[in-house]
């Protein structure tokens, strides 16, 4: 690791001064993500700016719904009373997380901020196009088994590891970013992007923004969510494929659903058409099957990862029959 | 926790010469630490090491198992490296050096964290606390005790990480079944496969009140 | 900390349990010393080549560095390495830097030394190298055809092929792909020339005299000169069986720059430099008559080897012996490919093996409509098939019983797919495992000093399984001492030699040895008491206790005698080894393993539910531990079935999860609880003791066991491990 330039600020307005002058400097919260992507070389920053002493570690109740901090800690919000009774879903997804050790340590802005695990984009000796623009996808013809089935394209296939992530796009959170001249507010479904042409961006935020807020507005998905992760393991393991599940009834007649899955994407991958398709249906499980067989359409494999075009589909159901308390 | 919003009342201002990176900028923007790598590699031009070696470190205070340590760090060293190559303190294990096992678990501030994947100087004016500073006096701590007496352990690597992770894990609510238990003490990995008798030891600790 | 360390643990703890749960434990990488200098290895990133341009001068010049070695300017400084042209000493350790060429991807190339670890891990990251690259080939079902044979002769009994005459018969293929030891302490060294005719090494060794041997030839030195500790191991599995290049890295380089080096693998690197269990594919072909009677086994196996190293394990013995049956031939041979070598892991071929024998045993159960159990008794050797010898002692029979009965074996619906649980299918499963007992020559020193304290010493190893315990345990039962009268010292060349660790020896050579060194103590002090007392009492009017020794009503402290004896301490040193018993009995441990799991209807996830674990180790010395270990084989077992492999991307030769977040050992929550039952009857004939060892027998078996189970939970066989979820396909009906 080179001996970066190492500066602590206390408050927002500095920081994002200092992140408008300095253009080669990166953040730093946890560090769980940061600090392992510079030991593997991956990324090498020239500048650290610490933000932990930043007045962000808010959990609270407004009038819009759940305000947190950027960096209110993952174990922090899975802990949190308001949480877990209200936005279940989200403590859901946090622990299903990497481990205990590191949620204490992630903050929301930086789990919002990690990149993907792909082997090829850690390996400095591989092409990524994501860690290296131009020097191809190791993954396309490679070990793929881990990789996306939505929304890829030949230049990338990587996934967005987060399980933070697939709650946050289910429950229509917003991020609040913020600059030295201005504070802006997009919905958290439009803050990460799809690889595109330009796979060495994972998000929209802007070299000079800061991640300050997200905001999870009231729903009434608390009685029936349910998050499944499949992994590899039984836990501390990153997902094959998650899914996050949100269900409003009324009796046995869903009146809303909110439907995301993780691990297929290179974005939490929210699945619109299918909650469509649910909103009015009876639970059961045709239903169920049918929604599940709707969110896979255009999905597609790439060799090692096609058995997720039969997994994906079986997990949403799982989540479906879970949250609908079916099984 | 803070119960501050953003974005607070702020009046400083910020101006920045670059010359020495942050250097400049730091009391404008109310930083605490810095480290100028231009000068630093400056000094490297010139091959004076000792020069260069003063500028790459920054001034670190910090609490570690109830003594207070004032030195310097390099920003880049990790807390893990600052416990046992600077401290000494080698109960803290490297196991992987990536958050990938929990080896080097300690607590910062009471909460159990991975301390290779966080830097020394961030600990500024926090309390550490190592395998090394549970025990009191002639005592061993309940959890090191029950440990020893579940046969928790086989090569006893993994040991220290998996007994700051127990305490924590009780201390955190965590701890009231087995199942819940093996779920959050996921994150430390014991290759000798000693889980079983780890869980065993945890919940007699939980079982006797014990506290962190 | 430190007053914690004068605490003395209970009997049945570890000698060492103090250290290791205070942190006090210092493994080979935790040793002060004065003016330590770090170093850092650089490894090819191509599979096979030849290294075009070394480029090191941005790494030379960076703040900190005392030396960049590679094979630039190793030049004849070893003369070890400058005596003949192979790229190997002792045929399997690979010289460090010898020359260009590459053989593997994640070879070391060069090593950094700094005065700091932060400085030398920067300018390791300065190194660039160029390499003029050749077709590599990494992918053993791609070069089966370039086998061979490294035995020279297959194994026929009677008949080949002879599985096929039998009335009802299986074929089938079974795979694996490479596991690796990763043990938690990665491989560390820390390596200190006091003059350059001495040299002290803290080492991850599993035995201390075979590093001494190599190190001390590297520069042709006398082996006194070099004194290897190793007191903690954390963690080996066989990876520490022998030394490997990073270990020569690290004692040439503190030899070139007369300093101090400590050198410490990362997690990535433990994929490439220290072994493994390797990526092996099997044939069995097996039939039985319609009542179950076993006619033909044929066990084929291929294994991967390094191109420098013909590397082999005993992937078929086992089907050789296992059951009785009168027509068996097996093949073994080896795929020579651009990767590192291999090295025998836990169970070493054995689990491999079985994997495949005992997936078949349950497959061709099935078929006969036969109970797995019923059918292995029915087909029960008693008298061993290669050499027509009688075992030593052989309880397998008891194992399955005990086992059977305690998991509810005979409870289960052992149709597939019939039995749910909480929403999940329900599958279980039984396998055996066995392994040679072996005993090889130890010596132990017991020394009795003037405060009633006991001293054992053996240079052995303890990487995990409670050697000092049972050494412990031996003494404590041979004098009725209590553990607090009894200090264990190990792991160090200074000590009495004793084996390697490895090859579930360790009780059956050093707990002979520290027997055989008690007793002789006991005698000893019968000509004390004699010479002290000028009488003529025999070793039977002894009766020892807690204190000393009773004769005939009259009690004597050895505290006591030592003083009327004028001594300071009382100290004996013995060697023990096997006999001629070997030649008249064949010496085996047992295992069968149960296990219950769950696997989800919908995903496929498989949860192990149960294991169960009836044993045949003769007799078991000190239970605590011993219960320990075979839970540590049992979870090794899971993640060999159901998690671990190391996955290559062909195209570069080079591992793809080479790390714990990608490479998945089981986690706590994998692991249910585990149950071991011990038959726990002496072996007669094979040491004083009665212990037959258990490190290896612990694991072997699992793997199909799982397989099993999950076949009876859904119907599925799957014969390529790790089993996982994509694998099973349940939403494949």
Redesign the interface.
């Known amino acids: 690791m080179i001996n970066f330039d190492y500066i602590r600020m206390q408050s927002v307005k500095s920081t994002v001064k200092a992140l408008a002058k300095f253009t080669d400097a990166k953040m730093i919260a946890g560090g769980s993500n940061l600090i392992d992507l510079m030991k593997r070389n991956v990324t090498a920053p020239t500048k650290l700016i610490d933000i932990n002493l930043l007045p962000l570690k808010y959990i609270e109740q407004s009038k819009e719904g759940l305000r947190i901090g950027a960096l209110a800690l993952n174990s922090q919000a899975a802990d949190h009373e308001i949480v877990k009774n209200k936005f279940p879903l989200l403590a859901m997804a946090i622990n299903a997380g990497a481990s205990p050790q590191l949620r204490n340590m992630a903050s929301f802005g930086g789990n919002m901020m990690q990149r993907t695990r792909c082997t090829y984009f850690y390996d400095t000796s591989m092409p990524c196009n994501k860690r290296e623009p131009n020097s191809g996808c190791g993954a396309l013809n490679g070990i793929n088994r881990m990789h996306a089935i939505f929304g890829a394209n030949d230049n990338c296939i990587a996934v967005n590891p987060s399980d933070m992530n697939v709650a946050l796009i289910a429950l229509d959170a917003q991020v609040v970013l913020l600059n030295a001249k201005k504070e802006r507010k997009m919905a958290f479904a439009d803050f990460h992007k799809l690889a595109e042409d330009t796979p060495n961006l994972d998000n929209h935020l802007q070299s000079n923004e800061m991640i300050v807020e997200i905001l999870i507005p009231e729903n009434n998905f608390s009685k029936n969510s349910y998050y499944v992760k499949v992994r590899d393991r039984n836990s501390y393991a990153f997902a094959l494929v998650s899914v996050a599940a949100g269900l409003e009834l009324e009796g046995k007649t869903i009146k809303n659903a909110r439907l995301a899955m993780g691990g297929v994407a290179h974005k939490p991958w929210r699945l619109y058409d299918a909650e469509n398709y649910l909103q009015g249906k009876e639970i059961n499980t045709e239903t169920f099957k049918e929604a599940a067989k709707i969110a896979m359409k255009g999905a597609k494999g790439y060799g090692h990862n096609d058995f997720k075009l039969d997994l994906a589909p079986a997990s949403i159901l799982e989540a479906l029959m879970k949250a609908a308390h079916l099984s | 926790m803070s119960n501050q919003k953003h974005p607070e009342n702020l009046e400083q201002d910020f101006t920045c010469s670059s010359r020495r990176g942050f250097l400049k900028a730091t009391t404008a923007l109310t930083a605490i630490a810095l480290s100028p790598t231009l000068i630093t590699k400056a000094a490297i031009n010139h091959r004076d090491e000792k020069l260069a070696a003063f500028f790459e470190k920054i001034p670190l205070n910090i609490e570690v198992n109830g003594k207070s340590y004032k030195m310097e760090t390099e920003p880049r060293e990790t807390l893990l490296d600052f416990v046992r190559e600077r401290l000494q303190l080698t109960g803290t294990k490297k196991g992987c050096d990536h958050g990938q096992c929990g080896a080097c678990t300690v607590h910062v501030d009471g909460k159990r964290v991975n301390s290779c994947l966080t830097l020394a100087v961030m600990q500024e004016g926090k309390k550490i606390t190592t395998i090394e500073g549970i025990g009191s006096g002639e005592k061993l701590h309940p959890m090191q005790a029950s440990f020893l007496k579940h046969d928790g352990f086989q090569c006893g690597y993994c040991t220290p990480g998996q007994i700051m992770s127990a305490i924590a894990c009780i201390n955190e609510g965590h701890a009231n079944s087995p199942s819940e238990i093996r779920e959050f003490m996921s994150g430390n990995i014991c290759r000798c496969g000693a889980y079983p008798n780890i869980v065993d030891a945890i919940v007699e600790v939980k079982n006797g009140g014990q506290k962190g | ?1 430190e ?2 360390l ?2 003395i ?2 009997d049945t ?2 000698t ?12 080979s ?2 040793y ?1 010393i004065e003016g330590l200098t770090y170093g850092v290895l650089v490894q090819s ?1 191509i599979a096979k080549g030849k290294i075009t341009v070394l480029e090191t001068k941005k790494a030379e ?4 560095v005392i030396k960049v070695l590679s094979h630039l300017n190793l030049n004849n400084s070893v003369p070890r390495y400058a005596k003949d042209d192979n790229v190997t000493i002792d045929r399997n350790i690979q010289k460090v830097f010898y020359n260009d060429q590459v053989y593997f991807a994640g070879q070391p190339i060069a090593l950094v030394i700094a005065d ?3 400085r030398a ?2 300018a390791a ?1 300065l190194i660039k190298a160029n390499y003029q690259e050749e077709k590599h080939h990494t992918y053993l079902e791609k070069n089966l055809e370039n086998s061979i044979s490294p035995e020279g002769k297959d194994y026929l009994r009677n008949e080949k092929d002879a599985y096929k005459n039998s009335e009802v018969y299986l074929e089938a293929e079974y795979h694996q792909l490479n596991n690796i030891h ?5 491989g560390s060294i820390t390596a200190n020339w006091e003059s350059d005719e001495k040299l002290t090494v803290y080492d991850k060794t599993q035995g201390v005299f075979g590093s001494q041997k190599h190190y001390a030839g590297l520069y042709g030195m006398d082996s006194k000169n070099v004194r290897v500790i190793a007191p ?6 066989g990876m520490a069986l022998h030394t490997w290049p990073y270990q020569d890295a690290a004692v040439i380089g503190a030899k070139i720059t007369k300093l101090p080096l400590k050198l ?1 693998l ?2 990535m690197q433990m994929f490439t430099m220290v072994g493994y269990r390797p990526e092996t594919k099997q044939f069995i072909g097996i039939g039985a008559s319609k009542d179950g009677v076993l006619n033909g086994i044929t066990h084929n196996a291929w294994g991967v080897t390094s191109t420098y190293d013909n590397f082999t394990e005993g992937t078929v013995g086992g089907t050789q012996f296992m059951y009785k049956c009168p027509n068996v031939n097996t093949q073994y041979k080896l795929v020579k490919l651009d990767v590192s070598n291999p090295i025998w892991m836990r169970g070493p071929g054995e689990a491999t093996g079985m994997f495949a024998l005992e997936c078949a045993m349950d497959e061709l159960a099935f078929k006969l409509n036969m109970d797995p159990i019923a059918f292995r008794l029915k087909n029960y050797a008693t008298v061993h098939p290669v050499n027509n010898l009688p075992w030593s002692s052989k309880f397998l029979d008891e194992c399955y019983e005990l086992g059977a009965k305690k998991i509810g074996w005979y409870n289960r619906n052992p149709k597939p797919k019939s039995m749910t649980e909480d ?1 999940m299918l329900v599958g279980y499963g039984m396998a055996s495992g066995v392994f040679n007992a072996g005993r090889g020559a130890a010596t132990a020193r017991v020394i009795l000093d003037e405060n009633g304290k006991l001293t054992i010493q053996s240079a052995i190893t303890d ?4 050697t000092g315990v049972m050494m412990k345990s031996v003494a404590m039962d041979s004098f009725k001492m209590d553990a607090i009268q009894i200090i264990v010292e190990l792991g160090d060349t200074n000590l009495p030699p004793a084996p390697t660790q490895g090859g579930s020896n360790t009780t059956s050579s050093v707990g002979s040895a520290v027997y055989d060194a008690c007793t002789a103590l006991k005698e000893k002090m019968v000509e004390v008491y004699n010479q002290s007392f000028g009488e003529q009492k025999v070793y039977d009017d002894f009766k020892f206790n807690k204190e000393g020794f009773n004769i005939k009503g009259k009690s004597f402290s050895y505290v006591d005698l030592l003083k009327k004896a004028g001594l300071k301490e009382l100290e004996v040193t013995r060697e023990s080894r096997s006999g001629t018993e070997r030649q008249k009995y064949v010496f085996n441990s047992f295992s069968v393993h149960f296990t219950k799991v769950h696997v ?1 209807p ?4 498989v ?1 192990v539910k149960e294991v169960v674990c009836a044993l045949d180790a003769g007799k078991i010395i000190s239970e ?2 011993a ?3 075979m ?6 077992g899971i993640g060999m079935a ?2 671990e492999e190391g ?1 290559y ?1 062909h ?2 030769g ?1 591992y ?2 080479n ?4 490479y ?11 149950d071991v039952l011990f038959v726990n009857k002496p072996d007669p004939y094979i040491n004083p003791i009665g212990a037959k060892g258990l490190g290896e027998v612990s694991i072997i078996g699992l793997a199909p066991s799982i397989a099993n189970a999950i076949f009876h939970a859904t119907g599925k066989r799957v014969r390529d491990l790790p089993i ?3 694998k099973i ?4 009906d």
Do not use: C
Request: glycine letters at 14%; hydrophobic letters at 35%; a neutral charge.
């Open positions: 900390m007053n914690l004068n605490l643990p209970d703890d570890r060492d349990g103090i250290l290791k749960v205070t942190g006090g434990a210092t493994y990488a935790e002060k990133t010049g960076a703040p900190g700091t670890y932060e891990v920067y990251s990763n043990p938690m302490e990665l903690f191991v954390g963690g080996a599995f410490m990362t997690r929403g990487i995990g399984p409670g989800h919908l995903t496929g996830m949860k605590k531990q219960r320990s270990q839970i540590g084989g049992v979870v090794g159901l998690t996955v991307d195209r570069y080079v793809t999860n790390n714990f977040a990608d998945h050992v089981p986690v706590h929550a994998d692991i249910p609880p585990i996982t979820l994509d396909a349940i939403w494949r």
